[in-house]
């Protein structure tokens, strides 16, 4: 058993300004997005100052689409109690799910305004997002979130407020997984250039397959419970069309042409 480290989630204190690992990461992974797409922004006909234009609009994209997806996959009876309680983002409660969604949107609003494929651009975003979720992931775990469930490998924790039980520390495996190995999956299948679509689908469903993976260890939301058969959980339910949608796109892919071309420094 491992003792969990005390990390105060808040970074900087300066008087009644805060400011929280949580919050430095979603920094962390925004300014990653912005040097590696800068690294291929030719591959696509962008400019530097197009990254920092693309990742604004994704960044409206993951707090918009990550707050209302959260609302309605896992909170629609406090939205329903509180209906100002949505706005409130400091409470907490953002969902990948309707993240991903936020972005797709963007992207698309974004492809529309630069005459881009929207699958040419989602496949350039893909390999960029990685590290900002392995770094969410982090976040998670310094803010005693996403609890694991009770384990007896050598590697499990106390969890804090959740008694002397070690715990899979499962939101450090989400940031094993979605962060780094999905980064350097996605990345090296990128480096070469690949058929409209392909590296989109990997994505989806690599990310699925490691998120619905990590579900067996990692407690459901406590509101909400397992959701069927006992160990079918929300995280599940919202992952299978994510790994199915993948597949199909991957296999799509197969029938387009290659649109990118490598006279980047990857």
């Not at 520390?169 to 999905?182: D, I």
């Not at 579900?215 to 459901?220: A, C, D, G, K, T």
Request: hydrophobic letters at 55%; charged letters at 15%; zero cysteines.
């Amino acid at each position: 058993m491992i003792a969990y480290p005390e990390i105060d989630p808040v970074a900087v204190s300066l008087g009644p300004f805060q400011v929280h690992w949580y919050g430095l990461m979603y920094v962390v992974g925004f300014v990653a997005a912005w040097w590696l797409g800068g690294k291929r922004a030719a591959r696509i006909g962008l400019t530097r100052d197009d990254i920092g234009d693309l990742l604004f609009y994704a960044a409206i994209g993951v707090v918009v689409g990550g707050r209302v997806g959260y609302a309605l996959f896992y909170g629609l009876e406090q939205l329903a109690a509180d209906p100002l309680w949505i706005f409130r983002v400091w409470d907490g409660g953002m969902s990948f799910h309707g993240g991903l969604l936020g972005v797709a949107l963007a992207a698309w609003f974004f492809a529309r305004k630069k005459n881009l494929a929207y699958l040419t651009l989602t496949d350039f975003i893909a390999p960029l997002a990685p590290i900002g979720l392995g770094a969410g992931r982090i976040g998670n775990f310094i803010n005693h979130e996403l609890p694991g469930r009770v384990t007896s490998l050598p590697w499990g924790m106390p969890f804090p407020g959740m008694g002397p039980e070690p715990r899979h520390p499962s939101s450090l495996y989400e940031a094993l997984l979605e962060g780094a190995v999905l980064f350097v999956l996605l990345w090296w299948v990128s480096a070469k250039p690949q058929k409209r679509g392909f590296v989109s689908g990997v994505f989806l469903l690599a990310y699925g397959a490691f998120r619905f993976l990590v579900e067996f260890v990692r407690l459901p939301d406590a509101h909400i419970g397992f959701i069927a058969f006992g160990w079918v959980t929300m995280g599940m339910l919202l992952t299978l069309p994510m790994m199915a949608f993948g597949a199909l796109l991957i296999a799509w892919s197969q029938k387009q042409s290659v649109d990118v071309k490598v006279n980047d420094a990857s």
